[in-house]
């Protein structure tokens, strides 16, 4: 450093800045707070790297530096992380220890040695990053595999965002994104569209849907396979004769979400609109579970507690009204109303008074303020819900372990008739992501 003169330093780092804001569109980032000759040297090799003639990336490993338990690199856009030996060992991508087909590992976690460390470590003019091991091993990581899977702020994000994307909850005056059936069958970007919309929002309104009972499973099709119960791939939510679920009579349908007496809760519901109702009644209601969970929690926090770990009992029993509907069926299924993940963040709502069961694993005593918890959050979804009308050819989407849905009671001789079908939410993330891949729209803020 001190055999650098100033003129030297100054040049060589606004190469630097140029290069990065070339290849990144953005400022160049601060280096290592701790160490400015890593700086230098990272720079060092960019520029024998391109001596060489070698193509550098924004991901290429610039510089490593052997830590306690890490290895630090320094990427060619500036970004740093520090990588953890044993992370590293069990991640070698050599064919002894990983399947490139299989996209799986070969290596056996039982033989992984928890004391293994580099001996030596080689940054190569491609970019990748070479470990030898204490336990006689070699491993090469590509700049690029490294830097999607970095230990720091950016690249965690972004895998949360390919899981699952950010949710926006909403109230009583949201309208959801409308979508045409037949674009969404015919154009994969309509399709991403609607995926990216139903994360985000939970609900979704597709017209000019088909005049056929098997519109719905027609469309999840395109997207992954339908979902059974044991009401069959579709159910006809028509008046019924002895009907095997309060849905199939013309009464008043409180909020809810579909198939709560099943421990693996459909995670999207597709209701279509074949024929509404004319004249009074049969309106649709929707509500956001998730925007009243946030409100109850801000406002009422010990019914919250309450509704997040206390289990409700959901219990469906009858035979079939249909020949497609499972003969007989006893469904027993036990949650909260609430349920939340490790950070706190609701991950599921599970509401159904229709199908709530009488039983309650509960001492008397604590029975009256958890059903002054449920009621809370009952009138919360309803002060922010909306009420329409559904058209014939109208076909409403909705996230059903997020989003509740009712309806307004209407005469017996209706011939109103709705048909629901559903889709699992880890079919429809994995056809957004392919969909992201296929149309290179790879990052959702």
């Known amino acids: 450093m001190t055999s650098m003169s100033h003129e030297r330093v100054l040049h060589t780092t606004q190469n630097r800045v140029s290069y990065f804001t070339?290849?990144?569109?953005?400022q160049y980032p601060q280096p290592f707070s701790n160490t400015r000759r890593l700086s230098l040297a990272a720079q060092a090799r960019q520029q024998e790297l391109t001596a060489r003639r070698q193509p550098v990336v924004a991901t290429s490993v610039l510089h490593s530096q052997v830590c306690n338990d890490t290895i630090r690199?320094?990427?060619a856009d500036g970004s740093t992380s520090d990588l953890p030996h044993l992370w590293l060992r069990d991640n070698c991508q050599c064919e002894k220890c990983f399947?490139?087909?299989?996209?799986?590992?070969?290596?056996?976690l039982k033989n992984l040695d928890l004391d293994t460390t580099p001996v030596h470590v080689q940054e190569l003019q491609n970019g990748s990053l070479t470990v030898?091991?204490?336990?006689?091993?070699?491993?090469?990581?590509?700049?690029e595999w490294l830097h999607q899977r970095a230990f720091n702020p950016t690249s965690r994000q972004k895998r949360r965002n390919q899981y699952a994307l950010?949710?926006?909850?909403?109230?009583?005056d949201f309208r959801p994104q409308v979508f045409d059936y037949r674009n969404m069958v015919e154009d994969d970007r309509h399709l991403l569209d609607w995926h990216l919309a139903m994360e985000k929002d939970g609900f979704a309104l597709i017209r000019n849907s088909p005049d056929k009972d098997v519109a719905g499973p027609e469309l999840i099709n395109q997207i992954a396979f339908t979902k059974q119960s044991h009401y069959g791939p579709h159910s006809p939510v028509v008046v019924r004769a002895d009907a095997n679920n309060i849905a199939w009579t013309n009464s008043e349908l409180g909020l809810h979400n579909d198939l709560a007496q099943y421990?693996?809760?459909?995670?999207?519901?597709?209701?279509h609109c074949k024929q509404q109702h004319v004249g009074t009644g049969g309106e649709s209601l929707v509500s956001d579970g998730l925007n009243a969970a946030e409100e109850?929690?801000?406002h009422h926090s010990e019914a919250f507690k309450l509704l997040t770990t206390t289990d409700n009992y959901y219990w469906d029993k009858g035979v079939a009204n249909l020949p497609w509907e499972q003969d007989e069926f006893y469904k027993i299924a036990r949650m909260p109303v609430i349920t939340l993940d490790n950070n706190k963040e609701v991950i599921q709502v599970a509401n159904n008074h229709a199908v709530r069961d009488s039983y309650l694993d509960l001492p008397a005593h604590k029975v009256k303020p958890f059903y002054e918890a449920m009621k809370t959050y009952n009138d919360i979804l309803y002060e922010n819900a909306i009420t329409f009308k559904m058209a014939a050819g109208d076909m409403i989407v909705l996230?059903?372990?997020r989003c509740l849905h009712g309806r307004l009671g209407y005469e017996a001789h209706s011939t109103r008739h709705l048909e629901s079908s559903y889709l699992d939410w880890d079919e429809a993330r994995c056809r957004r992501r392919r969909l992201q891949e296929k149309l290179g729209v790879l990052e959702q803020k």
């Open 263 to 271: 421990e693996h809760m459909a995670g999207i519901i597709f209701i």
């Open 73 to 75: 690199v320094e990427f």
């Open 296 to 298: 109850l929690r801000r």
């Open 166 to 172: 950010k949710k926006a909850p909403w109230a009583g």
């Open 132 to 143: 030898e091991w204490s336990d006689g091993h070699t491993s090469e990581f590509s700049g």
């Open 99 to 108: 399947s490139a087909s299989a996209q799986g590992r070969i290596s056996l």
């Open 22 to 26: 070339k290849v990144t569109g953005r």
């Open 399 to 401: 996230d059903n372990i």
